[in-house]
C-alpha cells in the first residue's frame, strides 16, 4: 500500500470515527455514525432512552434553512425524512434543496406528505407523487397523520375516526401503488389515541413523542422510528432539529433498508 492510500485509509477511518469536517466529500454508501447530538431541552427519559438505540437520524422540513448534509451524515444523521407536501396544493419550499443535499451526502432519505381533511385523500395523494421522486434506495412514503391547528380552513375539520382511517387507507393505497413500498405513518399520542390508530393494523409507525418512551405514550404499539426530541442541535445544522431513533440494532437497521429501501 502507497503512503497516499494508507493515508486516505486513515483519514477515512478518522471522519467515521470523529464526524467531518464541512465540506468533506461523503463517506461510503451505508457506513453508520454514532450520533454527536445535543438537545436544547433534554429530557430524562424511563428506559429505554434514545441513547439506547444504535442507528440516529432527522427529519427536517423548510424552518431547517441551512443543512451541511455531509457535516450533519457525519454526525449522526443517519437517515432523513423530509417534508414534501400538504394537502393539496402546498409544496415544502426547502423540499428539492433538501432531497438532492440528503442524497448527495449518502444520508437515506425518505418523503412525507402532511394531511389535511379538508381535501380528498386522492387528490392529496396525487399531489404527492406529482412532486416526490420514485428514486432508487429512497426510505418508504410517510403519511403523517396528526390534527392541524394552523390551517385557516382545516383546523376545525376532525372527522370521527371511522372516516379518519378510511381517508387514510385511500391515501396510503395509491401511494403504495406508484412507488412499490408500503408507507409508513406517523402520528402523535393525541391523534393516535383519539382515532382508534392501535386498531389500524398493517403498517409500520413513526411516533412522536418527546416526553415520554413509546411504551409510555403508546401502550402496546409496535414502531420503527421514535421521534424523541423536537429541540435537537447537530454540527453542520442551523438551528434546531426533530431528532429521532431507529428501533433495532445496527444490523436490524441494515436488513430493514435492504428490504424496505427500494
Not at 25 to 37: D, E, H, S, W
Not at 54 to 77: K, L
Not at 84 to 104: C, I, V
Not at 116 to 127: D, G, H, L, R, S
Request: proline residues 9%; glycine residues 8%; hydrophobic residues 40%.
Amino acid at each position: 500500500m502507497t503512503r497516499l492510500r494508507l493515508f486516505a485509509c486513515l483519514l477515512l477511518v478518522t471522519l467515521a470515527a470523529c464526524g467531518a469536517p464541512r465540506g468533506t466529500p461523503p463517506a461510503p454508501p451505508g457506513t453508520l455514525f454514532a450520533p454527536n447530538f445535543r438537545d436544547a431541552d433534554p429530557v430524562d427519559f424511563a428506559s429505554p432512552a434514545p441513547s439506547r438505540f444504535a442507528v440516529h437520524g432527522i427529519d427536517a422540513a423548510r424552518f431547517q434553512t441551512s443543512i451541511d448534509w455531509n457535516t450533519a451524515r457525519a454526525n449522526g444523521a443517519n437517515f432523513a425524512f423530509i417534508k414534501a407536501t400538504e394537502g393539496g396544493d402546498l409544496l415544502d419550499p426547502a423540499f428539492k434543496d433538501h432531497w438532492r443535499g440528503a442524497g448527495s451526502a449518502g444520508v437515506y432519505r425518505g418523503a412525507y406528505h402532511f394531511y389535511y381533511f379538508c381535501t380528498a385523500p386522492e387528490v392529496q395523494a396525487q399531489w404527492f407523487i406529482r412532486n416526490v421522486p420514485r428514486t432508487p434506495g429512497a426510505l418508504p412514503p410517510v403519511l403523517d397523520m396528526e390534527w392541524n391547528p394552523f390551517s385557516p380552513t382545516c383546523a376545525t375539520v376532525r372527522p370521527p375516526a371511522a372516516e379518519v382511517q378510511r381517508q387514510m387507507r385511500v391515501w396510503l393505497d395509491i401511494v403504495e401503488r406508484h412507488y412499490g413500498q408500503r408507507p409508513i405513518i406517523y402520528t402523535t399520542p393525541r391523534f393516535y389515541e383519539e382515532n382508534n390508530l392501535s386498531r389500524f393494523r398493517g403498517y409500520e409507525y413513526w411516533l412522536r413523542t418527546t416526553a415520554k418512551t413509546p411504551r409510555e405514550a403508546y401502550p402496546g404499539q409496535s414502531w420503527r422510528f421514535w421521534q424523541y426530541s423536537a429541540t435537537g442541535l447537530i454540527p453542520g445544522i442551523k438551528g434546531e432539529v426533530d431528532l429521532n431513533a431507529f428501533n433495532g440494532t445496527r444490523a436490524d437497521w441494515n436488513a430493514w433498508v435492504a428490504r424496505r429501501a427500494r
